[in-house]
């Protein structure tokens, strides 16, 4: 689909999640780096969306499941927000470590992605 | 102060109720791709991926929300999870014609990295854990 950007993607959000882990083991508030990174997360994610969904237009994806690969898609760019509103809603330990979990979570669904673009059927 | 039974909701809660909400949207969204596709194919399965949808939603909300009314169907909610992917799982590998296409619950999870197979055991946990809290200290603690 479109490699490079996901590949950032999922470094980004590994990134996030080490980032994350760091604040709990030191017990920090989350601060601007996190939160800034979270929103860049969420700009790839968005850009990712529109070129996705672009391609599948214009029929780029033979055989591939478009019902699926829009809903994760934009399953993924509704999840970060959602995700990150409900852990900073909570400013403890607890909430940052929730924010891990966003971070761990972002990866797999791209990958999960990338296997729906290339193995239709999967 | 007794309206908030069980403060499932805080602390290392708030990690869980995510991995929840995680397994609320995918396995809704598995559920729902399935009966738009092929609804006809593998009914037993596909049953099973929206009742285990449900119960993710269920309890999400509920230990989310915790109260008078939806702390017990949380409860309820993990148990029917525990029972469900013990069940299924096992049933998944011994009868493996019975479910031509995954479930949530399939193989114990392992589609899923055995996620569904251990995120009853922690859900009933905190449950208990918080629950029992309440009653021995009696006042909930200040958010």
């Known amino acids: ?122 | 102060m007794s309206d908030q039974p069980a403060r499932t909701n805080v602390g290392v809660g708030r990690v869980l109720i995510l991995v929840y909400a995680v397994f609320a949207l995918s396995a809704t969204g598995r559920s729902l791709v399935q009966l738009i596709e092929k609804a006809d194919e593998a009914p037993l399965a596909y049953g099973l991926s929206a009742f285990a949808a449900v119960v993710y939603i269920a309890a999400t909300f509920c230990l989310a929300k915790p109260g008078p009314r939806t702390t017990p169907i949380a409860w309820i909610a993990c148990t029917v999870e525990l029972v469900g992917v013990l069940v299924v799982g096992a049933l998944s590998i011994a009868e493996p014609s019975w479910f031509p296409d995954a479930t949530v619950w399939s193989d114990f999870g392992s589609g899923y990295g055995y996620v569904p197979a251990v995120l009853p055991f922690l859900g009933l946990a905190w449950l208990f854990h918080t629950t029992r809290g309440e009653r021995i200290s009696g006042t909930p603690t200040p958010p």
């Open chain 1, 1 to 122: 689909m479109i490699d490079p950007l996901q590949t950032l993607l999922i470094v980004l959000s590994l990134v996030i999640a080490a980032l994350a882990t760091v604040y709990v083991v030191l017990d920090r508030p989350t601060g601007t780096l996190l939160l800034g990174s979270l929103g860049m997360l969420e700009g790839g994610l968005l850009v990712q969306a529109v070129i996705g969904i672009g391609q599948l237009a214009q029929g780029d994806g033979e055989g591939v499941n478009g019902l699926v690969f829009v809903g994760y898609l934009l399953g993924t760019l509704v999840f970060v927000p959602a995700a990150a509103w409900w852990a900073l809603g909570e400013r403890s330990r607890a909430g940052t470590a929730a924010l891990i979990v966003v971070g761990l979570v972002v990866p797999v669904l791209i990958l999960r992605l990338q296997q729906i673009w290339t193995a239709p059927g999967v």
